[in-house]
């Protein structure tokens, strides 16, 4: 795919996660591309559907399985950010062929933290079921990205980047993690009590 389609795809993605929070939704985004043509899109569902497993990548993948059939291998899926330990196992179960994320997320993710997305070995001792690893672009306009999640609310974005949740590509972020928990982790407490709990509520 080349370089315009993906920042077609990626830009529509980041506009898609702003738009989710009028749905009282996180801003979370992903969008499904084929040939340079979009396949399908989602945002976070989980508020809506009343189901964590809403992740925006798995309804992607659910709607473009619809569409397309099981093998999704000469699709590229774009979120952003890194796709968590559940939506990369979906992601190789499908065999999507290309990964186009913006923020990694040394805490979640499912290439930085747990190697889900880059594994060899599950093609190598299951073939059946998983092709070779995807191709993976990882900070892909992730100024955009960082963009979205302070427009949706700059205090909890900046909370977020403290405890290392989601980085850019060249942050420290594991290191990150460590150093700020301490004083992140009772801000957080009290943001979420405050802000996320309560919106929740309503």
């Given at each position: 795919m080349d370089s315009d389609s993906d920042l077609?795809?990626?830009?529509?993605?980041?506009?898609?996660?702003?738009?989710?929070?009028?749905?009282?939704?996180?801003?979370?985004?992903?969008?499904?591309?084929?040939?340079?043509?979009?396949?399908?899109?989602?945002?976070?569902?989980?508020?809506?559907?009343?189901?964590?497993?809403?992740?925006?990548?798995?309804?992607?993948?659910?709607?473009a399985q619809r569409i397309?059939?099981?093998?999704?291998?000469?699709c590229t899926i774009y979120s952003i950010v890194e796709p968590c330990a559940q939506c990369s196992y979906a992601i190789r179960e499908t065999r999507i062929g290309r990964v186009?994320?913006?923020?990694?997320?040394?805490?979640?993710?499912?290439?930085?933290?747990?190697d889900i997305l880059s594994d060899a070995n599950l093609s190598a001792a299951l073939p059946e079921v998983f092709l070779p690893a995807p191709e993976i672009v990882s900070g892909f306009l992730q100024k955009e990205v960082e963009a979205v999640f302070h427009n949706w609310n700059p205090l909890i974005w900046q909370v977020i980047k403290a405890r290392g949740v989601f980085v850019g590509v060249g942050d420290g972020g594991g290191a990150r993690v460590s150093r700020a928990r301490s004083f992140a982790a009772g801000l957080v407490g009290l943001l979420r009590?405050?802000?996320?709990?309560?919106?929740?509520?309503?």
């Open positions: 077609r795809m990626m830009r529509r993605c980041t506009a898609l996660a702003g738009s989710s929070v009028s749905e009282r939704e996180y801003p979370f985004a992903a969008v499904i591309a084929r040939s340079g043509a979009l396949v399908c899109e989602s945002t976070n569902r989980v508020r809506r559907d009343r189901d964590v497993n809403s992740h925006a990548e798995i309804v992607a993948i659910s709607t397309h059939g099981a093998d999704l291998s000469d186009v994320y913006g923020l990694r997320s040394p805490l979640m993710g499912g290439h930085s933290r747990w009590n405050r802000l996320i709990d309560r919106a929740r509520q309503i």
